[in-house]
């Protein structure tokens, strides 16, 4: 009998990862675009933060769609180099979470290339 290759934990973790960031910006995005009462609540949200103090609503805003995301991703790449270094380990995951984590860091600056 051959001996089963278990998967990379960390690979795992970095596809996860990938996969959850990708799927909350899609959601966040899908909500605020397509949804009229999520928008209401949004806005209704933001001006009462903007009343209070305007930069606090900035911070929300910045943390949401930029601090988090670009952590996760570091995180992710972080997990997917190493576990794709794994010994004994099968890659799979590891490649693929790497390939989902990098992907911002390429498209982004394409975007502002040729946009």
């Not at 209070?52 to 952590?71: H, K, N």
């Amino acid at each position: 009998m051959s001996a089963i290759i278990k998967h990379s934990k960390l690979g795992i973790a970095s596809c996860l990862i990938a996969i959850g960031i990708w799927l909350s910006l899609a959601l966040i995005f899908v909500l605020i675009l397509n949804v009229n009462s999520f928008s209401k609540f949004l806005e209704d949200a933001f001006n009462k933060l903007l009343s209070i103090e305007t930069g606090l609503a900035v911070i929300v805003i910045l943390f949401l769609f930029g601090v988090v995301p670009i952590r996760g991703h570091i995180l992710g790449v972080i997990f997917g180099i190493i576990g794709s270094f794994a010994k004994n380990k099968q890659r799979v995951f590891a490649v693929i979470g790497l390939i989902l984590n990098i992907l911002p860091f390429v498209i982004i600056p394409l975007l502002f290339v040729f946009g």
